[in-house]
């Protein structure tokens, strides 16, 4: 099998012709079979000859001339239409063809996934498996939304590993990084990672919580007017509290958003940075990272946090002279709904946050009053940071989506399904062991927020890479947002299939039953610890590591969470130095599933949390 002809870019050429050969030797390895069949992979996008018989045949709507488009409805289109393929057999050839080059490679892996079973589950080789062939290869290949990725940040620390993610993106059908610009500015590989961004189609929003980017603090003795008044006075930071969370922090406060000078400066700045910035498709407008930490000035007051930061879009379009997408963020204080009118605008789509969450409920389920709502009701005044219930973010949607469509922001979604984060509530500690939320759950909230026209996705669900105890979540999340794939249970049983073979279903249910202890506050037994190691060590060795050493982890976890619900403050405090030196000493065998410093800090985080109780 070769690809015997390509209209391709030489770039995106290369790449492929070394993906399938790549392909071909670990098939051969695995014995896996192969047909006897040239591939052609084309973009219709591009001048080509195709014969009569193929050109019948395809049905997916060919490219108009290009063009800029206006807005940020039809900017969706044109990339949903880019990203479709179509895939033919003809005459002994497979014919792999994209609306544009994107989708050409779209198809390809597509194709190549069918034909093999081969999968990309994470990052690692260890993480490449066969699934079963499937004989359904002539097909439409096309995305559901048409922006789908993370928030990721490269660093100079983790160059291989940034590579890497970028190409599991690709083979997975991921398209769009949100990256801070701070970082972005200080990374010294971003000729490369552009380059490679481009081969994969891998689009790029920039700026994200980076405010003191645009409006340094050495600003403050020349300009304190630009910075947020708190009980009086001009400051960069200050110590601010939530009502749902018993201890104070520092934090940054908000620049004074009303203030008209500081909104020409930050104009200024931003529009220079996306002219300087050609590499950037969109650019993210979000505030200070925080809660309860903005301008005290009677200006800021009488405005709501998303009514400062959406007129502010509006005039960085307006000042850019050109249609250029401005993503905004609807979470934290920014949940209270403007009370005053809004312009209308089709430039910016803003992300609707549901941040902190246990996955008790379905965030659309019914029985969650309105009434009980305690998230973005109470600004200017302290609003709480965790929601009572998940439900509680149903509620929000509703009513933001009813706004949203009156002034023309389109709607996505910054979710964090699998986010490892320390619930200062205490509440629960579940999100720290990485098995959560339960799949079914993730795919009706996701199907349902396509349903209210979701156009962008981001998982923001660090730690990354986050493949521990395995990849189930990532190796179904993806098709979630494309046309005619398997229901989430069947990609599931093929994943544990895959990685496990006949063992997969005492697996997984080994797996179900050690995630029905992890929400509770009790040790695993003892006998259900027994039975899980005696299922793992009969998988194979790498595989086998990676679970056994989760469940020591967990072992220890558990013991750390059951000593702070009694109050054994320096039990805890001693299990999660446990935890932390468990870490460094597998980090070895870790690094290529688990950000080992990110599971490092979250101890350290917890540590400190309770060692300065104030």
């Known amino acids: 099998m ?3 002809y390509s209209n391709l870019s030489d770039e995106r050429k290369i790449f492929l012709n070394k993906e399938l050969a790549d392909i071909l030797y670990l098939c051969r390895k695995n014995k896996v079979f192969v047909p006897e069949e040239d591939i052609v992979v084309i973009a219709l996008s591009n001048d080509v000859d195709i014969p009569e018989k193929v050109r019948e045949k395809i049905v997916i709507n060919q490219p108009e001339k290009e063009r800029e488009p206006e807005n940020f409805d039809l900017l969706c289109e044109s990339e949903i239409n880019s990203q479709t393929s179509q895939i033919i057999k003809h ?25 093999t ?18 004989n359904n290869l002539e097909l439409l290949h096309k995305p559901l939304v048409a922006f789908r990725g993370f928030e990721f940040s490269p660093s100079i620390d983790s160059h291989h590993f940034n590579e890497s993610f970028l190409k599991w993106m690709v083979r997975n059908g991921w398209n769009l990084l949100d990256i801070n610009a701070i970082k972005w500015e200080n990374y010294p590989g971003k000729e490369r990672f552009i380059n490679l961004c481009r081969t994969y189609g891998i689009k790029l929003a920039i700026g994200c919580h980076a405010v003191d980017f645009f409006v340094p603090e050495q600003l403050f003795d020349q300009c304190p007017e630009f910075f947020g008044l708190r009980e009086g006075k001009r400051v960069i930071t200050e110590i601010v509290g939530s009502p749902d969370i018993k201890k104070r922090w520092k934090s940054h406060i908000q620049p004074c958003f009303t203030n008209p000078r500081l909104r020409e400066f930050l104009v200024n700045s931003i529009v220079n940075f996306i002219n300087l910035h050609p590499e950037m498709s969109i650019f993210s407008l979000w505030p200070h990272d925080g809660i309860n930490n903005w301008c005290q000035c009677d200006n800021c007051r009488k405005q709501s946090p998303y009514e400062m930061l959406y007129t502010l879009a509006i005039e960085i379009s307006e000042k850019l002279g050109r249609f250029f997408p401005i993503e905004l963020l609807c979470y934290s204080n920014m949940f209270n709904l403007p009370k005053n009118h809004l312009p209308f605008s089709n430039n910016t789509y803003t992300l609707f946050c549901p941040y902190l969450r246990h996955y008790h409920h379905n965030l659309f389920e019914e029985g969650f009053e309105k009434s009980c709502l305690t998230l973005g009701i109470h600004y200017p005044e302290p609003d709480p940071i965790n929601p009572s219930d998940d439900r509680e973010y149903g509620i929000l949607l509703k009513q933001w989506l009813e706004f949203l469509k009156d002034i023309g922001s389109r709607f996505g979604v ?18 720290r062991y990485l098995y959560h939320p339960e799949p079914g759950l993730v795919e009706d909230e996701i199907k349902k927020f396509i349903n209210s026209g979701m156009k962008v996705f981001y998982d923001c669900s660090p730690p990354y890479p986050g493949f521990w105890p395995d990849a189930r979540f990532y190796a179904y999340l993806s098709s979630l947002f494309w046309e005619k794939t398997l229901s989430v249970d069947k990609i599931i049983n093929e994943y544990y299939r895959a990685i496990a073979g006949e063992r997969a279903e005492v697996l997984k249910n080994i797996l179900k039953t050690i995630s029905s202890y992890l929400d509770k506050d009790v ?53 999660e130095k446990q935890i932390i030196e468990f870490f460094e000493n597998n980090r070895f065998d870790l690094d290529d599933f688990i950000n080992v410093d990110y599971m490092i800090r979250y101890s350290r985080s917890v540590i400190e949390f309770y060692s300065n109780e104030s």
């Open 523 to 575: 040790e695993i037994p003892r006998d259900t610890i027994e039975t899980a190691k005696s299922i793992f060590n009969c998988l194979p060795d790498t595989i086998a590591r990676r679970y056994i050493l989760w469940l020591e982890y967990v072992i220890v976890g558990k013991q750390s969470w059951i000593a702070l619900k009694k109050g054994n403050m320096q039990e805890m405090i001693n299990k």
């Open 414 to 431: 910054f979710s964090y399904y699998q986010l490892v984060f320390h619930d200062q509530t205490e509440k629960s500690d579940r999100s």
């Open 2 to 4: 070769i690809i015997k």
């Open 91 to 115: 005459n002994n050839q497979i014919w792999v063809i994209g609306n544009g080059e994107i989708g050409a490679i779209y198809g390809f892996y597509q194709m190549i996934k069918n034909i």
């Open 117 to 134: 079973g081969i999968r990309w589950y994470g990052i690692s080789p260890f993480d490449i498996a066969f699934a079963k062939v499937s």
